[in-house]
């Protein structure tokens, strides 16, 4: 029975990524930074850590008490809006700590053991908007684009070692609740008001293709089962519209 570490189980992507494994008789440690049990099935295969992944002592806390694993799932992330000119340093910082440098340093923590055993897959969890500019999200896609870019360079550090490394590039998905949770910074200022509500209305219209949180879990699913499953995997319909408009070879 295999077992998956995935950070951020306490709603969204995370939450449905965990259910799924459950489903499939995986044992799965979800973590989260206040753990909810309610959120999730009660099971023998199932442990709630705390984890917050800005923190070295939580990380190193986490990866410990979870013990051998296969599979680390990085989702973790906070998001934001706001104008590039607005958005303040302490935002920035935030952003990057836990989208960027948690990622890292959740990697890096169960290395070692996937490198001594000669196996090992390391799943990021980043976003679509990495592959097509869009106003209001420069730093959180700089955050996101940073893990592409790490993510493809380790992903040829570690194949000698048989460690896989996938991103998962998930598109908009309005079900979650991770829109409602971003960080919000200057958009009420006049300078942008134009640019603020066609962005938003944009970002709600709910008529055309979005991404659901299964589509996010079936990825996931993917990239920790499949050996031939590519490095980068976009997750929903819109993603699958982004990435081909990107030039990538997807079905």
């Given at each position: 029975?295999?077992?998956?570490?995935?950070?951020?189980?306490s709603?969204?992507?995370?939450?449905?990524?965990?259910?799924?494994?459950?489903?499939r008789?995986w044992?799965?440690?979800?973590?989260?930074r206040?753990?909810?049990p309610?959120?999730?099935?009660t099971?023998?295969?199932?442990r709630?850590?705390?984890l917050?992944?800005?923190d070295p002592q939580?990380?190193?806390?986490?990866v410990?008490?979870a013990?051998?694993?296969?599979?680390l799932?990085?989702?973790?992330?906070?998001?934001?809006?706001?104008?590039?000119?607005?958005t303040?340093?302490?935002?920035?910082?935030?952003?990057?700590?836990?989208?960027?440098?948690g990622t890292?340093?959740?990697t890096?923590?169960?290395?070692?053991?996937?490198?001594?055993?000669?196996?090992?897959?390391?799943?990021?969890?980043?976003?679509?908007?990495?592959?097509?500019?869009?106003?209001?999200?420069?730093?959180?896609?700089?955050?996101?684009?940073?893990?592409?870019?790490?993510?493809?360079?380790?992903?040829i550090?570690l194949?000698?070692?048989?460690?896989?490394?996938?991103?998962v590039?998930?598109?908009?998905?309005?079900e979650t609740?991770?829109?409602?949770?971003a960080?919000?910074q200057?958009?009420?200022?006049?300078?942008?008001?134009d640019?603020?509500?066609q962005?938003?209305a944009r970002?709600t219209?709910?008529?055309?293709?979005?991404?659901?949180?299964t589509?996010?879990?079936?990825?996931?699913?993917?990239?920790?089962?499949?050996?031939?499953?590519?490095?980068r995997?976009?997750?929903?319909?819109?993603?699958?519209?982004?990435?081909?408009?990107?030039?990538?070879?997807?079905?």
């Amino acid at each position: 029975m295999k077992t998956v570490l995935i950070t951020g189980c306490s709603s969204g992507f995370g939450l449905e990524i965990a259910r799924y494994f459950l489903d499939r008789d995986w044992q799965v440690v979800a973590t989260m930074r206040t753990p909810r049990p309610e959120v999730l099935p009660t099971s023998d295969r199932l442990r709630l850590l705390a984890l917050d992944v800005t923190d070295p002592q939580s990380v190193a806390a986490a990866v410990e008490a979870a013990g051998p694993i296969d599979v680390l799932v990085n989702n973790a992330g906070v998001g934001a809006a706001a104008p590039f000119e607005l958005t303040e340093p302490a935002l920035a910082r935030a952003l990057f700590e836990t989208n960027t440098l948690g990622t890292m340093a959740m990697t890096q923590a169960v290395l070692p053991q996937f490198r001594s055993r000669g196996a090992g897959t390391v799943i990021n969890v980043t976003s679509t908007v990495t592959l097509k500019a869009l106003p209001l999200l420069s730093m959180y896609t700089a955050s996101k684009a940073a893990v592409n870019a790490f993510t493809a360079c380790m992903a040829i550090e570690l194949a000698p070692f048989g460690i896989a490394v996938h991103i998962v590039l998930p598109g908009r998905s309005p079900e979650t609740r991770f829109g409602d949770n971003a960080h919000r910074q200057g958009l009420d200022d006049a300078a942008y008001a134009d640019l603020v509500q066609q962005t938003i209305a944009r970002i709600t219209d709910e008529s055309g293709p979005v991404t659901h949180a299964t589509d996010v879990a079936e990825a996931v699913w993917r990239a920790a089962t499949d050996p031939a499953a590519p490095m980068r995997i976009p997750a929903g319909a819109d993603a699958l519209e982004w990435a081909r408009d990107a030039g990538w070879s997807v079905p």
